[in-house]
C-alpha cells in the first residue's frame, strides 16, 4: 500500500479484485464477510442505486445491516473497475488506492467511486474499503435524451404540417390541454436544473415563479454582489459556461445565463406566477394546485408531483425589536433591494454579521453611507483566497482535465461526516493562513469563531447556512474602522431616528438593514402548503441522524412532495437524483418509498482514536 513501486496496473487489480469480493458477496449475502471488506471506520454512500434513496452508513453494523436489507432487484453486479486506479491520500486513513467503477441493478445503470486503505484492526491484513460510493445514472428501459438519441420528431410526418417548432413551443408552455407531470415552484438554480434533468427524462415539468423574469432572483439583490466560490464549480448541467467568463461570476451575468439557460434547454417557466396553494389527493396520487397567472387569473393543474424550489433560506427572519413598527427611518430586510434607496451621507446600522450582512455593509458603504455593524453573535471568517478556494479546490483542479460529472462523483464519495473530520484541519489551516486578518478584527472588538466543533464555514454552510463570511473586502474595511463595529451589545429599542443599545448608547439611524437571516424551510412549507404537509415533511435543511441533508433531494414523508435547493454545486450534482426519483416513479418502478427521519440509525460518532 505505501510502496511507491506501486504500479498503476496493480492498483487497478486490487481495486478489480475488491469489486469481485463485493460482488460475490453481495450475491451470497454472507454478512460476515463486510468485515473482510470495509476498513472498521468506513462509510458505504449510496445514491438512489441500491436504496431508491440517499443514504450513508458508517462501520461494520451500518454498512452490514443497509446492505442485508437491499432488495434483490437492486443488487450490484457486472462491477467493474473504469479507468486506471490512481493514488491518493485521504486524511487520517492514510494513502489510498482509488478509482471508478460501473455497475448495474434490475433497474439502473450506475456508477461508484471506491477508495481502500490498509486494514486497521488488530492483526488486520489486505485492503479495505475507507469509502464506497454507488450512484445511480440512469434508469433501464428510459434513458436521458443525447447525442446517441436526438430528438428526430421534425423528420417525421405530423397532424398539421404548417406547425414549425416555435409553434410547438408556444403550446407546450400555454398547457391549454394538458396538466404537468411535474410543477416546480421557483424558476432559481435548483428549478431550472431540476427541470432541465427532467425534461432530458421525457418529463413534462413546469416551473413557476412570482418574478418578473427568469434570474430576477439573483437579479434583483444588492449591487456589487459576486458569487463567492470560483466558476468552476458552479457550471450547470449540459452547458458550461464559456471558458472566457471570469472567476467569480457577477450577479447579473448569473441572471442573464439562467435566462438564457432556460431557454435553450426549452424549459416550460411561467414568470409572473403566484403559487396560492396546493392539496394532495391520496386516492389518485396527485396535487390540485392553484395559481395566480400573470394576467391576473388563476389556474388550477393536477401534477403529480410537487418539488418546492424557493431556496433553503424560506421565510425572512424578522426579528421583535421595540418601536420596529413606529420608527421613522427606512427598515430592509436583507432580502430585499437596497440598489434604489438614496444612500450618500446617510447613517446605516445593518444587524447581523453573516455573509448577507457583510455584502451589503460593504455595498453601502462603497455607495457613501455611513455604515455600523451590529454583530450579535460570534462568526466564521475566511478569507476567499487562498483559504475558502480550498473548499472546492477540487473542481478548480480538474476544470478541463475531467468532466465536471465525474468530480461530481468524486465529491459526493466523500460523506458529510468525512467531511466534518477532513474540514477539521483545513479550517484551522484557513485560520492559521488568515491570522493577520483575524488579529485586526479582533483588534477592534469583532468577535470570531472557527464553527460549532472547529470545522469552520463548510460545515456551517451544510448544517445551518449561516453564521460565516468568506471576505471580499468587508473585513478589511472593519479592521480599519470604515465600517463601524458594534459587538458584545443587543439593541434594545427604537425611538424616531434613534437606536438606542443595550449598552445605553444610542445612534442615528436613517437605514436600518435587518440581515437577521431566514426562518426553517418547514416554516415556508407551512405557509405555502398547510400544516399537515409540513409536519409530515419535517425539518429542512441540516445533516439529519442519517448523515444526509433532512428532505433535501430525496422522497420526503409526504408523498409525491420534494424540495431542492442549496449552492449552485449542489443543486447540479444532486438533481440527477432527485430527477431520477421523480422518473422511477412516474414510470411505476417503485411505490412510495421513504424510511421515516426517526426510524433512521444515527451515524455511528467518530471515536477518540480516529
Request: hydrophobic letters at 40%; charged letters at 25%; aromatic letters at 8%.
Amino acid at each position: 500500500m505505501n510502496n511507491p513501486e506501486m504500479t498503476a496496473e496493480s492498483r487497478s487489480k486490487a481495486l478489480t479484485r475488491w469489486l469481485a469480493d463485493f460482488e460475490e458477496h453481495m450475491a451470497g449475502q454472507a454478512g460476515s464477510r463486510v468485515r473482510d471488506l470495509f476498513h472498521p471506520d468506513g462509510y458505504w454512500r449510496d445514491l438512489l442505486a441500491l436504496t431508491w434513496d440517499l443514504q450513508t452508513c458508517h462501520g461494520f453494523s451500518e454498512v452490514e445491516t443497509g446492505l442485508m436489507v437491499t432488495e434483490s432487484a437492486m443488487r450490484p453486479r457486472n462491477l467493474r473497475l473504469e479507468g486506471e486506479a490512481i493514488a491518493g491520500v485521504l486524511g487520517e486513513f492514510g494513502p489510498t488506492i482509488e478509482g471508478f467503477f460501473t455497475f448495474e441493478t434490475d433497474f439502473a445503470s450506475a456508477r461508484g467511486y471506491l477508495r481502500l486503505v490498509q486494514g486497521a484492526e488488530p492483526g488486520g491484513e489486505g485492503l479495505k474499503a475507507a469509502t464506497f460510493l454507488t450512484a445511480m445514472v440512469a434508469l433501464k428501459g428510459f434513458p436521458e435524451h443525447g447525442r446517441s438519441n436526438r430528438d428526430g420528431t421534425f423528420l417525421r410526418p405530423v397532424e398539421d404540417g404548417t406547425k414549425n417548432w416555435l409553434d410547438r413551443r408556444v403550446a407546450a408552455q400555454a398547457y391549454d390541454d394538458r396538466h404537468p407531470q411535474v410543477l416546480i415552484v421557483g424558476a432559481g438554480q435548483a428549478g431550472l436544473m431540476l427541470a432541465a434533468r427532467l425534461r432530458h427524462l421525457d418529463v413534462d415539468a413546469l416551473v413557476v415563479d412570482r418574478d418578473e423574469r427568469v434570474g430576477d432572483v439573483w437579479r434583483k439583490r444588492y449591487h456589487s454582489l459576486t458569487l463567492h466560490n470560483e466558476i468552476a464549480s458552479n457550471h450547470f448541467p449540459y452547458m458550461a459556461y464559456p471558458e472566457s467568463w471570469p472567476v467569480y461570476l457577477p450577479k447579473d451575468k448569473l441572471a442573464n445565463w439562467m435566462e438564457f439557460y432556460a431557454e435553450a434547454m426549452e424549459l416550460n417557466v411561467w414568470t409572473r406566477t403566484e403559487f396560492l396553494g396546493a392539496d394532495f389527493d391520496e386516492s389518485d396520487g396527485r396535487w390540485t394546485v392553484r395559481l395566480r397567472t400573470s394576467d391576473g387569473g388563476e389556474r388550477t393543474m393536477r401534477p403529480s408531483h410537487l418539488v418546492l424550489a424557493i431556496g433553503v433560506s424560506g421565510l425572512p427572519n424578522i426579528p421583535h425589536i421595540k418601536g420596529l413598527e413606529a420608527f421613522e427611518g427606512t427598515v430592509i430586510h436583507s432580502s430585499g433591494r437596497t440598489d434604489d434607496v438614496s444612500t450618500r451621507g446617510r447613517s446605516v446600522l445593518v444587524i447581523g454579521a453573516g455573509t448577507s450582512a457583510h455584502d451589503i455593509a460593504q455595498d453601502l458603504y462603497m455607495r457613501g453611507a455611513d455604515v455600523t455593524m451590529l454583530q450579535r453573535s460570534s462568526t466564521t471568517v475566511v478569507s476567499i483566497v487562498p483559504s475558502a478556494a480550498k473548499a472546492t479546490e477540487i473542481y478548480r483542479r480538474n476544470e478541463g482535465v475531467r468532466a465536471i460529472d465525474d468530480v461530481d462523483i468524486i465529491s459526493a464519495s466523500m460523506p458529510y461526516d468525512l467531511v466534518r473530520r477532513l474540514h477539521g484541519p483545513l479550517s484551522r489551516q484557513m485560520a492559521y493562513e488568515d491570522r493577520d486578518l483575524h488579529e485586526r478584527l479582533r483588534a477592534v472588538g469583532f468577535a470570531l469563531d472557527n464553527g460549532e466543533d472547529d470545522t469552520g464555514f463548510f460545515m456551517k454552510l451544510l448544517r445551518r447556512l449561516s453564521g460565516y463570511y468568506l471576505n471580499v473586502g468587508a473585513s478589511d474595511l472593519i479592521a480599519n474602522g470604515q465600517i463601524k463595529l458594534k459587538s458584545g451589545v443587543g439593541i434594545d429599542r427604537l425611538e424616531g431616528t434613534q437606536a438606542v443599545f443595550s449598552d445605553g448608547s444610542r445612534l442615528k439611524v436613517d437605514l436600518l438593514v435587518l440581515a437577521t437571516g431566514w426562518k426553517p424551510l418547514q416554516e415556508a412549507v407551512r405557509v405555502l402548503i398547510g400544516d399537515d404537509v409540513a409536519d409530515r415533511v419535517g425539518p429542512i435543511w441540516g445533516i439529519g441522524p442519517d448523515g444526509e441533508l433532512r428532505n433535501m433531494f430525496r422522497a420526503t414523508g409526504q408523498e409525491n412532495f420534494h424540495v431542492v435547493g442549496g449552492t449552485i454545486t449542489m443543486c447540479r450534482s444532486f438533481s440527477r437524483y432527485t430527477a431520477l426519483l421523480i422518473k422511477a416513479k412516474l414510470e411505476g418502478l417503485i411505490g412510495h418509498h421513504r424510511v421515516a427521519e426517526e426510524a433512521r440509525e444515527p451515524v455511528a460518532q467518530i471515536s477518540s482514536a480516529a
